[in-house]
């Protein structure tokens, strides 16, 4: 049932353009994995190859210090309503914060939106779709506005207090050079 491609196809990226929700995985070389839900309007497919998204401040930097660490990142999506299927995308991941040099042509990709703090690229290796026959239908109701509210009341020096505190290293230790150059 799985199907294999080298890049997205033109249907592929209407399927992703759909979807409210898409998880990520990554992991160090010694350490935990890592995988997170991510939702709000945070995804883009920049050609058949490349797809980024804007990562907002959450509670670890997990997926920053494991790409730092060795780039692997599979980003899946599955489809929770009318035809079943899953969407996975594997390759290799790079962090752009505000301070480095592509982040000004990518971050107009994106709406601005509270607390963002790096832009996560993905180069595409390899793209797989499964059947999605065990998903179960959910109906999407509304995006969470609470991490974007939390964001707002801390305001930007804030942010950056809790980047200092929470998101310079990984849970297993690895650096995020959320801040250095």
Not at 58 to 66: V, Y
Not at 154 to 161: A, D, E, L, N, S
Request: proline content about 5%.
């Amino acid at each position: 049932m799985a199907k294999f491609y080298p890049q997205l196809t033109e249907e592929l990226q209407a399927f992703i353009q759909e979807q409210k929700i898409f998880f990520t995985a990554t992991a160090p070389t010694a350490g935990r994995i890592n995988l997170s839900p991510k939702g709000i309007d945070t995804f883009r497919c920049i050609d058949l190859a490349t797809v980024a998204y804007l990562d907002l401040t959450g509670s670890g930097n997990e997926t920053a210090a494991h790409l730092l660490e060795n780039g692997r990142m599979t980003i899946m999506f599955c489809s929770f309503d009318r035809q079943p299927l899953i969407l996975r995308l594997y390759g290799l991941g790079k962090v752009i914060r505000p301070i480095d040099e592509q982040w000004e042509t990518l971050h107009l990709l994106f709406p601005s939106l509270p607390g963002e703090r790096q832009i996560i690229m993905l180069d595409i290796e390899s793209v797989q779709t499964s059947c999605g026959y065990g998903v179960p239908l959910y109906e999407f109701k509304q995006e969470r506005q609470t991490l974007l509210n939390w964001a707002k009341r801390k305001g930007t020096q804030g942010i950056k207090k809790y980047w200092q505190e929470k998101n310079q290293q990984s849970i297993d230790g690895l650096p995020t050079k959320l801040f250095s150059e």
